[in-house]
């Protein structure tokens, strides 16, 4: 039978010949086979990606330049295949730079650069030159001007997948009718099928880019969006990673490269918000973490350990032992409570002082004597402390048998541990394990909660040991401690990373933004404090729109945005979902059928993250990772936004019950008011001044003489109101107190701004001459809170 062994040995080139077949790829090369993962898997959602990449890269280019966006799209129909142009007025690009921008993967990659941008991994606007030659076979034509050249320079390229470089088949100079800027022009294998996404993305760059002029042709139709405001985004700047988001592998490598020796030196230089101070919090609780901590305990009396000392010490003068023993002793004893490390220092500060006035040495031998002959002093007392401690964080229903048996036994544990140095795990460890034979022996049990008060108070009465902490080497080659690191930095209150390496919208831009684009009744926006997730920091921003002109049937539409880019597929997969139908909704006025899921009604809500390295599902850039850390803040974000929106949903409620309160007095009253006169022969009632009292409204009422008007302001509510009141004569108005004049077309708008307490009156006059027409507008108050007379 031929052995398995046999076999392997006739064909002893089989690895030679598989290691033969073995070659790496080029990024491209991969790509070329992934394009999907690049989000260009169909015609359609192709268009709609290359759009996007070359869109966001044209409002960085002139971001980062100080220039606000004048940008044109446009895509038309080539034979079989579709043309899309995208220009821009940025700086433009460089000769020499210009090729490898368009024609290599991974180039100019923002990946490493703790600073928000669009781009991050330097794909996507050669991945669209890429899906343009895989699917049409023709070269990108790229023109770029940069400001002074006289020329623009002329570029028709393709990626060469074997190398991930750019193969030029033309390089000229052209004329171009743009100072500067940059124009690509691609042909590509594609279709209409996703218009609608491609508007909306155009719709929503808008929105939240209220900075940027957008020009968009497409066969059908041609849209413009112009800009609401001449403020470019904040300029930021590249930072170091926060302490609270490193991870360790992140922590370990920083360590390797680093050129400190000491722990405090790299904490300072390799992370932001760490100084000196912050430095050496995080490295006591590393030492704490490292060495553990030694427990402190009571000291005996000063006469105890007077004699105690001097019962240790042999072969000095009764007078030089007598001050020493002295000086100990007083200063163990001030101490409220000593470890061992403290009564070492004290031991040694003594025999200095002894040396120095008395000339006597006092070594380490009978320092070590002179420490434990204390230690063991103090240690007496354990017990009896440990029974005090456990009594005072426990609750009264724990007797006194169960409280003294789980001191006898934590002091049976300590007794084994040298300076009663330990960490916070050797704690826990003792305390349940003490909790275990509590409840063994004494059928007693001793909870989690009850353990876990002794654990701290235990905690509590340690001290941080005085030991040097490793050096930045041993800690990199060592992953334990590298570990130990950092927990401690996590634990460790540290300020929140600067803002300076964003730049948010802004709460008053996206409600600008969304007031531009969306015609509704109410608008609410806000913009979280920044955060940290994995050393990057990051803002989450919200805003919502709701009724007017937005559809009222079906889910609300959610808008969602990363680093001012809109998100356009992949809904369901992002982080934006999951928090959006986590929300109890009908809490904030919305319907949710089912009291979870997308909640109904006529309203837009608008979520950004902003970050130096938003968390992506997949190199398409479609959807947000489900990162607890962001979700939370975008659920902060989009609540602090509803809140408002219930706020003014309550008050619509209000006013409307209100307005129907006052249609249903305003038919009654009148007839009432009628029968009330024909019965008392009076005449009849004023029905608006009447119905301004029933309604507690603000009640305008005009009375005009043959020398003038006087509008009579009454406020029945039960606050001050503030009002604007302007009346429009038709007439040139005389003698005008407290008010101002404004002549158009041939009538005059008097206004005035009065301040009418509750139940107070305020007279507005003027003179007129002659005949005159009126009109009246008053704002500062609700319709539903007014009635006017005039």
Not at 204 to 219: D, G, K, L, M, Q
Not at 318 to 344: I, K, L, N, W, Y
Not at 509 to 525: H, I, N, P, Q, T
Request: net charge negative.
């Amino acid at each position: 039978m031929t052995s398995y062994q046999s076999e392997l040995g006739g064909r002893s080139n089989v690895a030679e010949e598989l290691a033969e077949s073995q070659r790496s790829i080029s990024i491209a090369e991969f790509f070329e086979k992934n394009k999907h993962m690049l989000g260009f898997d169909s015609g359609a959602r192709g268009l709609v990606t290359a759009v996007k990449e070359a869109v966001d890269n044209a409002l960085d280019a002139t971001e980062e330049a100080g220039i606000l966006p004048d940008i044109y799209v446009s895509i038309t129909e080539a034979g079989d295949y579709y043309r899309l142009v995208v220009e821009d007025n940025g700086p433009g690009i460089t000769k020499e730079q210009l090729p490898k921008v368009f024609g290599k993967l991974l180039y100019g990659s923002r990946f490493h650069v703790r600073e928000q941008k669009r781009g991050q991994q330097g794909i996507g606007i050669s991945a669209a030159v890429l899906y343009a030659q895989l699917t049409s076979g023709k070269p990108a034509m790229i023109t770029s001007r940069t400001d002074g050249d006289s020329d623009a320079q002329y570029f028709e390229l393709i990626v060469d997948t074997d190398s991930n470089e750019p193969e030029i088949s033309v390089d000229t100079t052209t004329s171009w009718e743009r100072p500067h800027g940059t124009r690509i022009e691609l042909e590509m294998e594609a279709n209409m099928r996703a218009r609608q996404q491609l508007h909306d993305y155009i719709k929503h760059t808008a929105v939240v880019n209220p900075h940027a002029r957008i020009e968009f042709e497409e066969p059908r139709e041609r849209l413009k969006f112009e800009r609401v405001t001449d403020q470019l985004p904040a300029e930021t700047e590249e930072i170091r990673p926060h302490p609270h988001g490193i991870e360790l592998g992140s922590l370990i490598k920083l360590l390797d490269e680093s050129a400190s020796h000491t722990l405090s030196g790299f904490l300072q230089s390799e992370f932001t918000r760490v100084g000196q101070k912050t430095a050496e919090s995080i490295v006591t609780a590393f030492r704490d973490r490292h060495y553990g901590r030694e427990l402190a305990w009571k000291p005996a009396p000063a006469p105890v350990i007077e004699s105690a000392v001097s019962d240790v010490v042999n072969n000095k003068s009764p007078d030089a032992t007598a001050t020493f023993a002295q000086r100990v002793a007083g200063a163990v004893s001030e101490q409220p409570r000593v470890a061992h490390h403290e009564c070492r220092a004290i031991v040694a500060n003594a025999a200095d002082h002894v040396k120095s006035t008395t000339g006597s040495t006092f070594g380490s031998t009978v320092q070590g004597h002179t420490v434990e002959a204390i230690w063991e002093l103090t240690l007496d007392g354990v017990e009896s402390e440990l029974t005090e401690l456990i009594d005072e964080v426990t609750t009264a229903r724990k007797s006194d048998e169960t409280i003294d048996g789980m001191a006898r036994r934590l002091v049976t544990k300590l007794n084994g541990v040298d300076r009663h140095r330990l960490t916070h795990g050797d704690i826990e460890s003792f305390v349940e394990r003490a909790a275990t034979q509590t409840e063994q022996r004494d059928d007693v049990t001793f909870g989690e909660t009850a353990q876990q008060k002794v654990i701290e108070g235990v905690w509590s009465i340690s001290s941080t040991v005085p030991d040097d902490p490793p050096s930045v080497t041993a800690v990199s080659n060592d992953r334990d401690f590298a570990s130990e690191l950092l927990e401690a930095m996590r634990e460790t209150d540290i300020l929140a990373p600067p803002t300076d390496c964003l730049a948010p919208i802004t709460d008053e831009l996206v409600e600008e933004g969304l007031r531009k684009e969306f015609d509704a009744d109410f608008y609410a926006a806000t913009t979280r404090d920044a955060e940290v997730h994995g050393g990057d920091p990051f803002i989450v921003e919200a805003g919502i729109a709701y009724g007017g002109d937005i559809q009222s049937d079906g889910s609300i539409d959610v808008l969602r945005f990363a680093n001012r880019v809109p998100l356009v597929y992949q809904r369901g997969a992002c982080a934006t979902a999951d928090v959006i139908t986590s929300i109890n909704w009908r809490n904030y006025g919305l319907d949710q059928p089912g009291g979870s899921g997308t909640p109904n009604g006529p309203a837009v809500v608008l979520i950004h993250v902003a970050s130096t390295n938003v968390p992506f599902t997949s190199e398409s850039k479609d959807a947000i990772a489900n990162v607890p850390e962001i979700e939370h803040e975008i659920e902060l974000a989009i609540r602090d936004a509803a809140r408002d929106l219930k706020r003014y949903l309550k008050k619509r409620r209000s006013l409307q019950q209100r307005k129907r309160k006052r249609n249903v007095i305003a038919d009654i009253l009148p007839t009432m008011a009628e029968k009330l006169a024909d019965m008392t022969d009076q005449q009849s009632l004023m029905i608006e001044d009447s119905l301004a009292r029933i309604m507690s409204n603000v009640l305008i009422e005009r009375t005009t003489t043959d020398d003038g008007v006087a509008l009579t302001v009454t406020n029945h509510t039960d606050t001050t109101t503030e009002l604007s009141v302007t009346d429009i004569v038709s007439v040139d108005p005389g003698s005008l107190e407290s008010a101002t004049v404004v002549e158009m077309d041939g009538e005059w708008f008097v206004t005035w701004e009065p301040t009418v307490e509750s139940g107070e009156t305020a007279r507005l006059q003027y003179d007129l001459d002659g005949d005159a027409e009126f009109d009246i507008s008053v704002e500062g108050i609700e319709a539903e809170k007014l009635s006017v007379t005039a």
